[in-house]
T-cell receptor, first 112, second 114 residues
Framework: DAKTTQPPSMDCAEGRAANLPCNHSTISGNEYVYWYRQIHSQGPQYIIHGLKNNETNEMASLIITEDRKSSTLILPHATLRDTAVYYCIVRVAPNNFNKFYFGSGTKLNVKP | IAGITQAPTSQILAAGRRMTLRCTQDMRHNAMYWYRQDLGLGLRLIHYSNTAGTTGKGEVPDGYSVSRANTDDFPLTLASAVPSQTSVYFC?????????????FGPGTRLTVT
């Protein structure tokens, strides 16, 4: 299974862009990169996913490097409510099963 | 729309006792999952279900069992609880196991085994 590596914590000033990196150097060609976040022990919340092209939705942007060995989640204008643990996940799909392997994530602290 | 509900919200359980954590979804999703999250760590998959009547083992299945009698419900049972099963348990669902589908998570059940 492809593993991911994320920094344990990051700080960001309110209103600035938050750029959260993730390394997934063993990713396979058909594996997607997903990002979820968990706010204060609530259930994780889906943010975005991508395969090889950059993706954007109302919450965030996902930039995947050309070799797909790393990606960056961008929150364009971080607010205090974005303080959470952010998980980068590579979907392992043996036999087409959509199992997610969560790592320890990055604790993003948005400061006023 | 409720999404996913879990019960109980929290529970203190004596070691050796049997406990069933309940999970219900109203989105008619085919796939459902149970995860545990230990303090300061990420989630680990316990069991999953592709559709009603089928289940599979995840990363940490020992000591747990599941059933999927219908689409909406996916209970998790601890036959004889041990202190190492103290954790927060999250239930999740997605449209399918295969394909590119996001998972929706419930609010969690905080279980303490003494």
């Amino acid at each position: 299974d492809a593993k991911t590596t994320q920094p344990p914590s990051m700080d960001c000033a309110e209103g600035r862009a938050a750029n959260l990196p993730c390394n997934h150097s063993t990713i396979s060609g058909n594996e997607y990169v997903y990002w979820y976040r968990q706010i204060h022990s609530q259930g994780p919340q889906y943010i975005i996913h991508g395969l090889k092209n950059n993706e954007t939705n109302e919450m965030a942007s996902l930039i995947i490097t050309e070799d797909r060995k790393s990606s960056t989640l961008i929150l364009p204008h971080a607010t205090l409510r974005d303080t959470a643990v952010y998980y980068c996940i590579v979907r392992v799909a043996p036999n087409n099963f959509n199992k997610f392997y969560f790592g320890s994530g990055t604790k993003l602290n948005v400061k006023p | 729309i409720a999404g996913i509900t879990q019960a109980p919200t929290s529970q203190i359980l004596a070691a050796g006792r049997r406990m069933t954590l309940r999970c219900t979804q109203d989105m008619r999703h085919n796939a459902m999952y149970w995860y545990r999250q230990d303090l300061g760590l990420g989630l680990r998959l316990i069991h999953y279900s592709n559709t009603a009547g089928t289940t599979g083992k995840g990363e940490v299945p020992d000591g747990y069992s599941v059933s999927r009698a219908n689409t909406d419900d996916f209970p998790l049972t601890l036959a004889s609880a041990v202190p190492s099963q103290t954790s927060v348990y999250f239930c999740a669902s997605s449209e399918s196991l295969a394909g590119v589908y996001e998972q929706y998570f419930g609010p969690g059940t905080r279980l303490t085994v003494t």
